[in-house]
């Protein structure tokens, strides 16, 4: 679909806006490009006697610019977050082992989510305690069974 289709909503088109935009401040030409932009600035100090006006260019420039890249981040931070969330949840719905209550803890208060990562810090332990000792109880029984079998051959 393209940008300008007048079918998109003003959201669909700042998301695709700002996912370029992003794309393209990621890359390494921008960050040579904005040290470049710094270093004239520096150096272009003394012809202009270091004025207020020459320290404003520089502030106003960089304020306005970490301004929108405020937004530019938060959108493209939410459209991770949901893409990485329902993945997340299509894994959950194909293992039929999984607990689909599971589904949406995004939802859930700050309250609700401690106690459920309490409730699984609990649960965990106990996996992790359960695991060697069964496997100690089979290594018993093994040796039992080997116990038993050399005293069967005892005369």
Same mark, same amino acid.
């Given at each position: ?53 020459? &320290?404003?260019?520089? @502030?106003?420039? $960089? /304020?306005? %610019? ?5 937004? *530019? +981040? &938060?959108?493209?931070? @939410?459209?991770? $977050? /949901?893409? %990485? ?5 299509? *894994? +959950?719905?194909?293992?039929? @082992? ?27 332990s106990i996996a992790a305690i359960r ?25």
């Amino acid at each position: 679909m393209d940008d300008n289709d007048p079918r998109l909503s003003l959201s669909d088109r700042f998301s695709r806006a700002a996912q370029w935009t992003a794309q393209q401040c990621g890359r390494a030409y921008t960050f040579v490009g904005a040290i470049v932009i710094i270093a004239a600035w520096g150096i272009s100090g003394p012809a202009f006697h270091y004025s207020d006006t020459w &320290q404003l260019i520089i @502030n106003t420039g $960089t /304020t306005i %610019i970490t301004f929108l890249m405020v937004f *530019l +981040i &938060q959108n493209t931070q @939410n459209r991770d $977050t /949901t893409a %990485i969330q329902l993945k997340l949840d299509e *894994l +959950i719905r194909a293992n039929e @082992n999984a607990r689909n209550q599971m589904l949406r803890l995004e939802d859930l208060t700050e309250n609700q989510i401690n106690h459920l990562k309490e409730s699984f810090a609990a649960a965990g332990s106990i996996a992790a305690i359960r695991q060697p000792l069964e496997a100690a109880q089979q290594g018993l029984a093994e040796a039992s069974e080997d116990i038993e079998q050399a005293k069967s051959r005892l005369p």
